[in-house]
């Protein structure tokens, strides 16, 4: 009887064990080469070659690159591997690098508005938009002592005028582009880019804190395989920047390039682009939807205090303002 009451006995031997979860190799081989791919496009893209448009598309799109880092930690996270995660938290780190130093708010360092500014409005009209006086309007409402535009036809700039010469008597325009100031421009001209034609304007802007020289763009269109125009407009005005006498210049226009854009990495090198007030990567372009930001206000010799997007008429980019420290 003493031995049916007895309890059963289980060794410990017999005891189940916690199941381990298993490690995927193959998993991780995939996420760790999708990572160093891409770290390497994102560092390196200048070098990719440009065949079929792939250099255009990539150095455009390049700060959407980002989307994909979240996908590589997850899929490194359940793949179990070092390595997988190592790989996929430097892309984080390669990013960073790149993007974050332009995308931090303004605000966080930008000094305080104080003596003479300089505020900068410009936009792309869109010449069959013809909403160019509604643009005129809404960039004067910000106060800009100069307003560039690019993309103007002969009604649009008539038009343009008949709203802005009263309280910016001072303008040019040359092309389809064209200036206007309440301050007095001087020296204008139009901007020889090698190419004979009139997409650009170069002037000095009188201003209480001195002469200040602006150069109004608009470069020639980019699309897949078809911007090697545009790329020669680039790189003639690069050359400018160092041969302009004046300490403080603005460049500002639809310069038909991203940030990212190989292209144009010959002026960002030599002039500064404000943050935006807000922070982000300020896309302008298309206007219902921006993606990319070919539209720049590039300066050296001052200090932001403010930049900004605004919609403006019914072109399809939004404009851009700036607030520079004189």
């Keep these: ?18 199941r381990r979860r298993r490690a995927r190799p193959g998993l991780a081989l995939v996420t760790t080469v999708l990572a160093l791919a891409l770290m390497a496009v994102l560092a390196f893209h200048d070098f990719l070659p440009d ?16 989307l994909l880092i979240p996908v590589l ?12 995660i190592g790989a996929a938290v430097a892309s984080v780190l ?47 409402a910000t106060g800009a002592q100069v307003i560039a535009l690019q993309e103007m ?19 040019y325009g040359i092309g389809t582009v064209g200036v206007w100031s309440t301050y007095p421009i001087e020296n204008a001209q139009m901007l020889d ?25 608009h470069a020639a269109s980019a699309r897949p395989g078809d911007h090697a125009t545009r790329d020669e407009m680039l790189a003639n005005l690069a050359d400018y920047v160092p041969r302009d006498e004046n300490e403080r210049l603005v460049m500002v226009g639809d310069f038909n390039a991203g940030s990212s854009d ?42 932001a205090v403010s930049s900004t997007t605004i919609s403006a008429g019914a072109s399809d980019h939004l404009a851009i303002v700036a607030t520079l420290q004189l």
């Design 193 to 217: 880019l090698g190419l004979g034609w009139q997409r650009g304007i170069a002037a000095d802007l009188s201003t209480p804190a001195g002469l200040v020289s602006i150069y109004v763009v």
């Design 1 to 18: 009887m003493s031995a049916l009451l007895e309890a059963p006995h289980r060794s410990t031997g017999d005891a189940p064990s916690p």
């Design 153 to 171: 036809d002969d009604a649009a700039r008539e038009e343009v005028s008949a709203v802005l010469d009263e309280s910016y008597p001072y303008s």
């Design 51 to 66: 065949l079929f448009g792939l250099g255009l598309l990539v150095d455009s799109a390049l700060p959407w690159f980002g």
């Design 94 to 140: 390669v990013w960073a690098v790149l993007f974050v130093p332009a995308i931090v708010p303004l605000g966080w360092n930008a000094p305080a508005a104080s003596g003479t500014t300089l505020t900068v409005a410009s936009q792309n009209v869109e010449a069959d938009s013809g909403t160019a006086a509604e643009s005129a309007t809404a960039l004067a």
């Design 262 to 303: 190989r292209h144009f990495s010959a002026l960002a090198a030599q002039l500064d682009e404000p943050n935006q007030d807000g922070g982000g990567f300020g896309f302008t372009w298309p206007a219902g939807l921006p993606v990319t930001r070919p539209d720049h206000i590039l300066q050296r010799g001052m200090k």
């Design 73 to 84: 930690l997850v899929v490194a996270l359940v793949s179990r591997s070092l390595a997988a």
